[in-house]
């Protein structure tokens, strides 16, 4: 695969309106781990190989299971995911999948049960910001593979 163009050199400005956001959600009270899940299920979801790559690697870097990596994808059958993270996949995945399913007020129920109003608002943020990138990622065939874990 061969990048389209360098959105990064392009429109600096927007990049860096992109990064900081991501140094918020940084900062944030959310699990970092938390965080990573939901950045590589919408990143399944969008087919996004830049992203999948980072991510995944940033999974193994804060020292998550590969089990919980390879089953990502099927996590509602597995029991080794947590009732806080269920919620936060389940919205991850009505919010990547908007336009089919209009944040259906059970998902919402169930995120809502496990977070309070700031963190669902940041999860809700982080999730708005990995489908960008994910958009950006995919538009400019940003080459995966390059990507290394802090």
Not at 46 to 72: I, P, V, W
Not at 120 to 147: C, E, F, K, Q
Request: with cysteine; glycine share 4%.
């Amino acid at each position: 695969m061969k990048a389209r163009f360098e959105y990064v050199k392009a429109a600096p400005g927007g990049y860096q309106a992109l990064l900081g956001l991501e140094k918020y959600l940084h900062g944030c009270a959310l699990e970092p781990v938390l965080l990573h899940l939901v950045r590589l299920r919408a990143s399944q979801i969008n087919a996004c190989a830049f992203c999948l790559d980072m991510h995944s690697k940033d999974l193994r870097a804060a020292g998550e299971d590969e089990q919980r990596l390879y089953t990502l994808e099927a996590w509602r059958e597995c029991p080794w995911y947590s009732e806080r993270e269920r919620a936060a996949l389940a919205w991850t995945e009505a919010l990547t999948l908007i336009a089919d399913t209009h944040a259906p007020d059970d998902v919402y129920e169930q995120v809502r049960a496990q977070f309070d109003e700031k963190e669902l608002s940041d999860l809700t943020l982080a999730i708005a910001a990995i489908n960008a990138w994910n958009r950006l990622s995919i538009a400019a065939r940003t080459v995966p593979g390059m990507y290394k874990a802090a």
